[in-house]
Structures are given as structure tokens and as C-alpha cells.
């Protein structure tokens, strides 16, 4: 298990997604989508994405809550990169030092487990709270379309 400050990251179980889906709240900062819990489409949703090999989920666990996923997606381990993604579920843990922790964590794991050299994420424009924590834990800002900003972490090897 990976840890730090009461945050840890653990397997990302078909329970821990319904966990998770059961309480996200959508951050209008992210989506203006509106979000209903059904067990049918998280069950879709573990199937699909959670367990897609070329993809590594983990739960991110808040002391013993279930506050989030994370995960790194569009894994190749040739070019030795991948995407890092993160969803926490409600505003009561978020400017809390639980995502970036997460992400510290994660980037931890590329590099350790996964022997990648880069780590891309993005942000929406209106994000500017993911675009601070990114800059913050030295994602350099790589360009941006009418919808997002991207960025790149490289990893010292």
C-alpha cells in the first residue's frame, strides 16, 4: 500500500467504486453534468475502465474513508508515459492536501512500479484549483484548447 499523512491508495475493489460513486457530488469547477448513482453503470464503469490493462486505478482512502479514485490511463510502457486522472467525491474533502497527496503518491508509483518517465494531466479552464495543485507539485504547463490546459510532469531517473 502506498501512504502518506493519512492518505493512502489502495485497490480500486468493485466495492470501493460503488463506495466512491455513491457519494461524488460533481464539482461544478469540473462538469456541470448532473450525476444520479446507479449500480448498473458503476458496474459498467468497473468493467470498462477500472479493469482496462492499460490503465492502473487506485482508491484513495482518508484515514478509513473512501474519498476518491485516481489513476494513471493511456499507459505505454515503451514510450514510458501515461495520463494521470483523479475524481474526489465531495467538497468536504477537497482543500484538505488529500489530492495532492494522492497524486505525490502516484507519481511515486509511476516511477517505482510502472518505470515511467512522464506523467501528463489536464485541467478545464475554469479548474484553477487542479491547475494550482498541478503547478504546485511541478507539472509544467505543455499548451491548451478551447477546453483544456495540459501538462507534463517528467520524473528523474
Known amino acids: 500500500m502506498l501512504t502518506q499523512n493519512k492518505v493512502t491508495l489502495v485497490p480500486y475493489t468493485l466495492t470501493r467504486c460503488h ?8 464539482d461544478p469547477m469540473m ?4 450525476f444520479t448513482y446507479e449500480q448498473e ?12 490493462k492499460s490503465r492502473q486505478f487506485f482508491a484513495i482512502q482518508f484515514e478509513d474513508k473512501i474519498v476518491g479514485e485516481i489513476q494513471l490511463k493511456y499507459l505505454d510502457e515503451i514510450k514510458g508515459h501515461g495520463t494521470l486522472s483523479i475524481l ?3 467538497d468536504a474533502y477537497k482543500n484538505r492536501g488529500i489530492g495532492s497527496t494522492a497524486i505525490k503518491l502516484m507519481l511515486n508509483y509511476a516511477s517505482e512500479s510502472l518505470n515511467l518517465t512522464k506523467v501528463y494531466a489536464d485541467a478545464i479552464h475554469r479548474n484553477s484549483r487542479s491547475q494550482y495543485v498541478l503547478e504546485r507539485l ?6 491548451e484548447d478551447d477546453v ?8 528523474n531517473r
Open 138 to 143: 511541478g507539472f509544467e504547463y505543455i499548451k
Open 19 to 26: 463506495e466512491v460513486y455513491k457519494q461524488y457530488v460533481p
Open 31 to 34: 462538469t456541470y453534468d448532473l
Open 148 to 155: 483544456l490546459k495540459y501538462y507534463c510532469y517528467l520524473i
Open 41 to 52: 453503470k458503476v458496474d459498467r464503469y468497473y468493467q470498462v475502465k477500472v479493469l482496462d
Open 88 to 90: 474526489i467525491t465531495t
